[in-house]
């Protein structure tokens, strides 16, 4: 343990990481769910942690609301790194995240065609920055269509509008 | 669990204190942190609250208990 004078202290590791694992294993175990983490970097330099063990499917019921305060909470229990910045976190399990995001981007072509159609804005359901960050990227080499967000989180909903 | 995650959001970790009432059937865990941590865990409009409750409710159901978070300021 000690004798080369390198000491890493429990939630401060390479750009506190483990802060993000030790926080998601003790939710995971209030929960009583039985399961692992594993984190990985994406090309977007997002952190990855992914849930997999027989509890996991515990975590996508009721709309993915477990799954999305693990991962507003694991975005704030990640500690800065060692300059200053903030990563993005994603806590996914059983490939929720791919399923919703599909679910987001067919959401988005139908408000955008709904908008076209008649010729007005169509305002969305209130979302999180993560689900909104998906309808604006879905929709935005659209050339025919604008989205604005609106409003103070957590009721900041996006606004899809034919382009000028 | 509680626990665990507060102090994961704080800066002052070994203010981090939890107590468990019953309340009309209901396990309440009342959660203290140091006055300067009370947005740390209460967050922009509420959410990490919001995060830390909708944890505490399921974990309360899958004991097969109501639970609920109060967080004391």
């Not at chain 2, 967050?43 to 109060?70: F, K, P, Y």
Request: aromatic share 0%.
């Amino acid at each position: 343990m000690s004798g080369d004078g390198h000491i890493v202290s429990p939630g401060e590791g390479p750009d506190g990481v483990e802060g993000l694992r030790t926080g998601l294993r003790a939710a995971l175990e209030g929960l009583g769910v039985e399961a692992d983490v594993t984190i990985s970097e994406d090309e977007e330099d997002t952190l990855v942690a992914v849930v997999e063990g027989p509890g996991a499917q515990r975590l996508i019921e009721d709309g993915g609301e477990v799954l999305d305060a693990l991962q507003h909470l694991g975005g704030r229990l990640l500690g800065p790194s060692s300059d200053g910045r903030r990563r993005r976190v994603v806590v996914d399990a059983a490939g929720y995240r791919d399923r919703r995001a599909e679910a987001l981007r067919g959401l988005a072509a139908l408000a955008a065609e709904e908008a076209l159609e008649h010729g007005e804005e169509i305002e969305l359901d209130a979302m999180t920055p993560q689900d909104r960050r998906i309808v604006h990227m879905a929709l935005q080499d659209r050339l025919d269509i604008v989205t604005r967000s609106e409003g103070e989180e957590p009721r900041r909903r996006i606004i899809v509008e034919p382009a000028e | 669990m509680v626990v665990a995650l507060a102090r994961g959001l704080v800066d002052q970790p070994d203010q981090v204190r939890v107590e468990e009432e019953q309340e009309g059937g209901e396990t309440v865990l009342a959660l203290y942190v140091a006055e300067d941590d009370l947005g740390q865990v209460i967050g922009r409009g509420g959410r990490i609250a919001h995060s830390l409750r909708v944890l505490v409710r399921h974990a309360g159901s899958a004991r097969g208990v109501r639970a609920r978070l109060e967080i004391v300021d």
